[in-house]
Nanobody, 124 residues
């Protein structure tokens, strides 16, 4: 089993920044790739970014966040981060951390383990 616990959400003004954290524990081979998704009210869960635990920590981003968000990991702490800058109102959503064992997961159904989610609200 893999356990994921997110933290760091909150209320921020447009143009502001937040950093989300995801602490992971459990079977490492089941979480070779860590991803962030988000879900706004009335919308489907949307891929945001992912990163590989091993090697150079290869990353991939959705077009909507490219250049504004940065995903990173701290292997010693088993923690993945999502640094969110230049936030917009349309970034408002519940953000979920997820773990996958496939090489390049972009769909939610490719991720086997999920955290409980953390709310991010961008509003003035």
């Amino acid at each position: 089993q893999v356990q994921l616990v997110e933290s760091g959400g909150g209320l921020v003004q447009p143009g502001g920044s937040l950093r989300l954290s995801c602490a992971a524990s459990g079977r490492t081979f089941s979480r070779s790739v860590m991803g962030w998704f988000r879900q706004a009210p009335g919308k489907e869960r949307e891929f945001v970014a992912h990163i590989k635990w091993s090697g150079g920590g290869i990353t991939y981003y959705a077009d909507s966040v490219q250049g504004r968000f940065t995903i990173s990991r701290d292997n010693a702490k088993n923690t993945v981060y999502l640094q969110m800058n230049s936030l917009k109102s349309e970034d408002t959503a519940v953000y979920y951390c997820a773990a996958a064992a496939v090489p390049f997961p972009l769909r939610a159904d490719e991720y086997a383990y999920w955290g409980q989610g953390t709310q991010v609200t961008v509003s003035s």
